[in-house]
């Protein structure tokens, strides 16, 4: 398995430098290294990862649409919509998987992982390595002043698999950083159908309050929600088979020092929603449709409509719960000091003792509602707005496939034309456009079986996807919802515990 | 309809202590009451309908008794408002946490202000009580002359007796005690309110989660959206138990609690009242006495008089009151303290019975497989 980086790519490899970037995305891509094929990364690349070289092309980004603080994106906003840079697009960068482009780090197990022809091996192999891993993001720390602070968050992994130098390790990330590696991710594999997991949203009001040093419950508040967010979006990114051993998801978790990421145009869910109704609307110009001859895309396209619905009618329900939850507390707490006032003034000695015990109770209480609120938004809430997201993800792969159809039949048509041109210029004596019309048919014939290789790859890994999906979401439900009951038998019986103290209390009264 | 009430020699011919309202009904607008009292003989009971407007009638003809000395001093049970809403949040307003649990509590405090008056030894010998608990025909409606206990008739001058110094420490003490208790208690049963409409929208927010999780639910044979469909019918139990759980933790809020201290407010405001008669006899009182010493001898002798009728009156009033503070004292805390054990019973039963049925819960979702 010595022959890591091989160029050009195998037959064996289901992908294919995608040469035309512009077709993904609406903004037409310039840069010049598009054209060449897979083996030129080999040669450039000195690490083990595409990132330093897509930071050199973000960095010639003339537009940086995404500073680091832009507006507040909600779940709906359709405002965001440039998904990856302006310039050269990424598509530059290999988008293959690691199999032939990443040099492997030497001595480490890593290169038994990249030799792989193609990710159905690496799959297979995955029952070698079994998934143990769990990452945690703590410990958020203000670095630096003013409107250049930041927050600095540390990621710890723990581990024994294989795939990493060590078992227990930690690094500072911020902020950026994260949306740095999904970025890098998603161009490198959401189309060709993968469902990378979005990266947390970004917030100007949130982080603006943070670097103001408002130290206030609010912006705790936030920093935990955020921190909770990085954490959940880390554990999703690595439970994907393919995504954990990408080398770029390894030095986020490893690398002491990591590049950074200059423009964090990061695929936001809204963005991405963008990108996908655009991309319908091309779908509708279509003059020939797709012929969907596989009705299972056309019925799991439709569920997840359905599911995106109505996950969007859950969230926004238990929103409400968590305000009233907060409400709850606040009354409460109002009550115990009503409550504690009345015991004050009361002059009769054993019930003046209970009210005063009562108004213990029920800040007791109050603090039994404070947490159920935050069970209420961290579990369910936070739960619920992540599969949201990845909804749009999800949607995203599809739209893909879609455009690999249409890419597929362009090709086909042209190299129909090309045909029919080639017959007519039989007739005619002119031997030069004769053999350049033969030689551009060979080549669109090349890429009409390259086009339905692309479109039968990305169905097969769309079928996988999904179905990991689907699991996925009843795994994280089922253990979401286990939480959360413990936490509701818990507080139930912390309630007895205060009411069976209080009893005697109210019973010795005269 | 009666013109008059009959004379009746002797006192209450039904027990006071257990009258009870059985059943209430509501027609349009109009809340009937089922009044059921058992007969001092022993032979059997009486089953009476009344409408809130017949308690009024009651309560006026006891506040217009001014031939009974001292009566000024007594403690009137408080009577609840009236429920004459047509939205479920007018009737909040008008009545407070009485306005909440389906007419339990609001019927309890009607049964309270009967018992408290049919106990009471100086109210339940007026005529008018055996009328409106054994009468088979509904007292009259008429409205009865305008009396001292109309509160409206208390213009804003009035208002300022209200913190005139006293002469006796104990009633000073007692009408800055009760200043400070109504306050505190008025409070504490508004804050309680508020808490008790929060707890409802999160029974309501947890049922339109519950009813929102069935629309997740898909058919289909593929093993992976069963699952899922299976899950969300199960998510949607749990918070259909969580509905009930907060239910029924407002349901004990409203009927022990905070019928307790909505009851307490009441009772505090009517011994602020009677106080205040008593401070505007005693204004009255320093009044003939400056009027008797400063008059000239032609109108002496009258002022002189005046001054010891209203003297009289005084101490009447002042010996009615001292009984009522202490047999209201022993009252209102007995009250509290049932209303304080029976909140922490039933609270506590609740709390046992969700923890139980978020346990299993909590098991079925553990044992399911995959």
């Not at chain 1, 029952?127 to 990621?155: L, Q, R, T, W």
């Not at chain 1, 967010?229 to 088979?241: D, Q």
């Not at chain 1, 015990?357 to 619920?384: C, M, P, R, T």
């Amino acid at each position: 398995m010595a022959d890591t980086v091989r160029d050009p790519p195998p037959d064996g490899t289901d992908f294919h430098e995608l040469e035309d970037g512009e077709e993904l995305f609406p903004e037409p891509a310039a840069a010049p290294e598009e054209s060449q094929p897979a083996s030129l990364p080999a040669e450039d690349i000195s690490t083990n990862s595409n990132g330093p070289k897509q930071d050199l092309l973000f960095d010639d980004d003339p537009e940086d649409l995404f500073a680091e603080a832009t507006e507040e994106v909600s779940l709906d906003s359709p405002e965001r919509d440039v998904l990856l840079s302006d310039g050269p697009s990424p598509a530059i960068t290999p988008i293959t998987p690691p199999t032939s482009v990443i040099t492997p780090r030497i001595g480490h197990a890593h290169d038994d992982m990249f030799t792989h022809s193609s990710f159905d091996e690496i799959e297979e192999e995955e029952g070698g390595d079994s998934f143990d891993i769990h990452i945690s993001v703590s410990d958020p720390e203000k670095v630096g002043d003013g409107m250049n602070a930041y927050m600095a968050y540390k990621v710890s992994t723990k581990t024994s698999m294989l795939l990493f130098k060590q078992k227990d390790f930690s690094v500072k990330r911020r902020f950026s950083d994260f949306l740095g590696l999904h970025s890098k991710l998603a161009s490198k594999y959401l189309h060709v159908g993968y469902i990378v997991p979005p990266a947390p949203e970004k917030s100007i009001v949130g982080m603006t309050k943070v670097k103001v040093g408002k130290e206030d419950q609010s912006s705790n508040e936030f920093v935990e929600k955020r921190r909770s967010a990085l954490e959940r979006y880390l554990m999703r990114t690595v439970k994907h088979p393919i995504l954990l051993k990408d080398p770029d998801v390894l030095q986020f978790l490893e690398s002491s020092e990591l590049p950074r990421a200059v423009s964090t145009q990061a695929l936001s869910s809204a963005g991405l929603l963008r990108m996908v109704n655009k991309a319908a609307d091309a779908v509708n110009k279509m003059t020939i449709k797709m012929n969907e001859s596989d009705a299972w895309f056309e019925e799991k396209q439709q569920h997840f409509e359905n599911l995106d619905v109505q996950l969007r009618k859950l969230h926004a329900s238990v929103e409400s719960l968590v305000c009233h939850r907060k409400e709850l507390s606040v009354n409460t707490a109002q009550f115990a000091k009503s409550a504690a006032m009345l015991g004050n003034s009361e002059d009769h000695t054993a019930l003046s003792r209970a009210l005063s015990q009562l108004a213990e109770v029920e800040e007791k209480i109050d603090q039994l509602h404070q947490d159920q609120a935050n069970g209420d938004f961290y579990l369910f809430s936070e739960l619920l707005g992540d599969y949201v997201r990845l909804l749009t993800a999800v949607k995203g792969v599809f739209e893909h496939r879609m455009k690999t159809w249409q890419k597929w039949q362009d090709s086909q048509m042209l190299l129909q034309k090309k045909r029919e041109a080639e017959a007519k210029l039989q007739f005619t004596n002119k031997p030069d456009k004769l053999q350049q019309a033969k030689d551009e048919i060979k080549e669109l014939e090349g890429k009409v079986q390259q086009g339905e290789r692309d479109f039968e790859q990305i169905s097969k890994t769309i079928r996988k996807e999904v179905s990991r999906f689907e699991k996925e979401r009843v795994r994280d439900f089922k253990m979401i919802i286990v939480k959360y009951l413990e936490s509701l038998v818990l507080t139930q019986q912390q309630l007895i515990k205060y009411w069976e103290a209080f009893l005697p209390e109210a019973k010795a009264i005269s | 309809m009666m013109e008059e009430v009959k004379e009746v020699t002797s006192a209450l011919s039904v027990h006071g202590h257990n009258i009870k309202i059985t059943d209430v009904v509501k027609d349009g607008d109009v809340l009937t009451f089922v009044i059921v009292s058992q007969k001092l003989s022993g032979t059997g009971e009486y089953h009476v309908d009344r409408t809130w407007d017949d308690f009024e009638w009651l309560q006026q003809h006891l506040f217009s008794q001014e031939d009974v000395p001292g009566i000024q001093g007594v403690i009137f049970p408080p009577l609840p408002a009236k429920a004459n809403g047509n939205t479920s949040a007018k009737v909040i307003k008008q009545l407070g946490v009485l306005g909440l649990g389906e007419w339990q509590p609001y019927v309890k405090a009607l049964e309270t202000f009967l018992q408290l008056v049919a106990t009471h030894k100086i109210l339940n010998k007026n005529k008018a009580v055996e009328v409106f608990l054994t009468s088979s025909d509904a007292p009259g409606r008429q409205k009865v002359k305008k009396n001292i206990f109309n509160r409206l008739s208390q213009a804003v001058e009035e208002m300022r007796k209200e913190g005139h110094k006293d002469v006796d420490e104990f009633f000073q003490t007692e009408r800055d005690h009760n200043l400070v208790l109504t306050g505190c208690t008025k409070t504490a049963a508004e804050k309680f309110l508020d808490m008790v409409l929060t707890e409802q929208k999160i029974a309501v927010a947890c049922g339109h989660f519950s009813a929102a999780l069935h629309l997740c639910v898909e058919p289909g044979e593929d093993p992976d959206k069963k699952a899922f469909s299976r899950l969300c019918v199960q998510i949607s139990e749990v918070f259909n138990s969580m509905k009930k759980n907060m239910t029924s933790v407002a349901e004990n809020n409203v009927n022990t609690l905070g019928l307790g201290l909505d009851q307490e407010s009441r009772y505090q405001e009517a011994e602020k009242e009677m106080l205040f008669r008593r401070t505007c006899k005693l204004v009255e009182l320093e009044n003939a006495t400056r009027n008797a010493e400063k008059a000239k001898p032609v109108k002496k002798e009258a002022m002189e008089e005046l001054k010891t009728a209203t003297k009289t009156e005084f101490q009447e009033i002042c010996r009615v009151a001292k009984q009522e503070i202490k047999q209201f004292q022993g009252v209102r805390v007995k009250m509290l303290q049932q209303a304080l054990v029976q909140w922490c019973e039933r609270q506590l039963l609740t709390a046992k019975e969700s923890a139980d049925q978020f346990n299993q819960h909590l098991q079925a979702f553990r044992e399911m497989t995959q």
